[in-house]
């Protein structure tokens, strides 16, 4: 598989996904677009897999469909109870935002085996992801900074963390992630939800 393809693929999974769950829910284009405040056109160019969204319009996505991005990106099904999974690094779901260049790696080998998930976030250096859209309530995140520094916004508050440091917080407000620094950095999420 050349780069390209590599590339491509997450983008047209990600779509194929977005169209499954919409059509699930009997939802049309344009209702979509309402409740996500994505236009009915980016949303139909990300469902064909001629666009990849960057992070913030794919959480909004996300969060119109009732579904966690890491359903929409894909990865391994649930584990069957008692079973040990794996994943290798060179299986994990990766969403990249072609525009900042941040990645998201889904590092949960059975994500439906437990009422979180694990992540492992790259953020370029001097790179915002903005205010990503609150989640349900009853979800937390919890996260620990392994390289550089993050600078993480909740509710009008600025906490700056530094390799080592962690963070909780509940994610039911807007809330953001920065690098201001020239170097990158690097971060495990562990999103957990209460049912």
Same mark, same amino acid.
């Given at each position: 598989?050349?780069?390209?393809?590599?590339?491509?693929?997450?983008? *047209?999974?990600?779509?194929?996904?977005? %169209?499954? /769950? &919409?059509?699930?829910?009997?939802?049309? !284009?344009?209702? !979509?677009?309402t409740r996500s405040s994505v236009? %009915?056109?980016?949303?139909?160019? @990300?469902? /064909?897999?001629?666009?990849?969204?960057?992070?913030?319009?794919?959480? &909004? $996505?996300?969060?119109?469909?009732?579904?966690?991005?890491?359903?929409?990106? =894909? *990865?391994?099904?649930?584990?069957?109870? *008692?079973?040990?999974?794996?994943? /290798?690094?060179?299986? &994990?779901?990766?969403? %990249?935002?072609?525009?900042?260049?941040?990645?998201?790696?889904?590092?949960?080998?059975?994500?439906?085996?437990?009422?979180?998930?694990?992540?492992?976030?790259?953020?370029?250096?001097? @790179?915002? !992801? =903005?205010?990503? +859209?609150?989640?349900? +309530?009853?979800?937390?995140?919890?996260?620990?900074?392994?390289?550089?520094?993050?600078?993480v916004l909740i509710g009008g508050?600025?906490?700056? !963390?530094?390799? =080592?440091?962690? $963070?909780?917080?509940?994610?039911?407000?807007?809330?953001?992630?920065?690098? &201001?620094?020239?170097?990158?950095?690097?971060?495990?999420? $562990? $999103?957990? %939800?209460?049912?």
């Open positions: 598989m050349d780069e390209q393809e590599q590339s491509e693929e997450p983008a *047209g999974a990600f779509g194929g996904n977005v %169209r499954r /769950r &919409r059509e699930e829910a009997g939802m049309t !284009l344009d209702q !979509l677009s236009s %009915r056109a980016m949303l139909s160019k @990300v469902e /064909r897999g001629e666009k990849s969204p960057t992070i913030g319009v794919a959480s &909004r $996505i996300a969060h119109a469909l009732d579904a966690s991005l890491s359903d929409l990106i =894909g *990865g391994p099904g649930a584990a069957a109870p *008692g079973a040990a999974v794996v994943m /290798r690094k060179s299986e &994990r779901p990766v969403f %990249r935002d072609p525009e900042t260049g941040f990645e998201r790696h889904m590092v949960s080998a059975a994500p439906g085996a437990s009422s979180g998930e694990m992540i492992v976030h790259h953020l370029p250096a001097q @790179v915002s !992801l =903005g205010l990503l +859209p609150a989640y349900p +309530p009853g979800t937390e995140k919890q996260l620990v900074v392994l390289q550089g520094t993050l600078t508050i600025s906490e700056t !963390l530094h390799t =080592g440091d962690s $963070i909780f917080f509940q994610a039911d407000t807007d809330h953001g992630f920065a690098n &201001r620094t020239d170097a990158p950095c690097e971060y495990i999420m $562990i $999103i957990s %939800r209460r049912t």
